[in-house]
C-alpha cells in the first residue's frame, strides 16, 4: 500500500493489517532450497516501515500471527527471477494450488496468536534508534 493509502486509513480511524515480509516472505519457506516442509518462517528483519508509520501516526501495534497458514497452500519453486520481477511489479507471480487443484485452501489446523496492543507514542519525524526501540 502506498504510505498515503496507510496514513488516510489511519487518520479516518481505521484497523489496517499489514504483512511486513511482504512479497519476499511469499518466496520463503518450502520448497524454496535450504527451507523444512514443517517450519514457518517469517521476514522481519529490516522490516520497519510499519514501525515508523505507527510512531507517526501515534497509533498502537498489535502483534498477530498465524501458525499453519503456510500450509493452507502448496506452491511450485519458480526461479528467482520472479522474486525480482515480483518486487519490481508489486504483483505476486505465484504458481499455487490447494485442495482439489484449485485456490481453495487446504484443511488445516491454524493457530492465531494475538498479542496485547503496544502502545506507540505520536513522534512527528522519528530517528533510527526510536523506531528500533518498538
Do not use: H, M
Not at 517450519?39 to 499453519?68: D, H, I, T
Not at 499455487?96 to 493457530?111: C, I, S
Request: proline residues 10%; contains cysteine; positive net charge.
Amino acid at each position: 500500500a502506498k504510505p498515503q493509502s496507510i496514513t488516510k486509513a489511519l487518520s479516518d480511524k481505521k484497523s489496517l493489517v499489514i504483512s511486513p515480509g511482504g512479497i519476499r516472505e511469499i518466496f520463503w519457506g518450502y520448497p524454496r532450497p535450504g527451507c523444512l516442509p514443517n517450519f514457518e518462517y517469517v521476514l522481519l528483519k529490516n522490516r520497519s516501515g510499519f514501525v515508523r508509520k505507527a510512531l507517526e501516526e501515534g497509533v498502537p501495534l498489535v502483534p498477530v500471527y498465524v501458525f499453519g497458514n503456510s500450509k493452507t497452500f502448496k506452491r511450485v519453486q519458480l526461479p528467482k527471477f520472479f522474486e525480482s520481477l515480483s518486487q519490481r511489479l508489486k504483483v505476486s507471480i505465484v504458481l499455487f494450488w490447494g485442495r482439489f487443484g484449485l485456490p481453495v485452501p487446504f484443511k488445516v489446523p491454524l493457530l492465531f496468536a494475538i498479542g496485547g496492543p503496544i502502545e506507540i507514542p505520536k513522534i512527528s519525524n522519528p530517528t533510527d534508534e526510536q523506531v528500533k526501540v518498538f
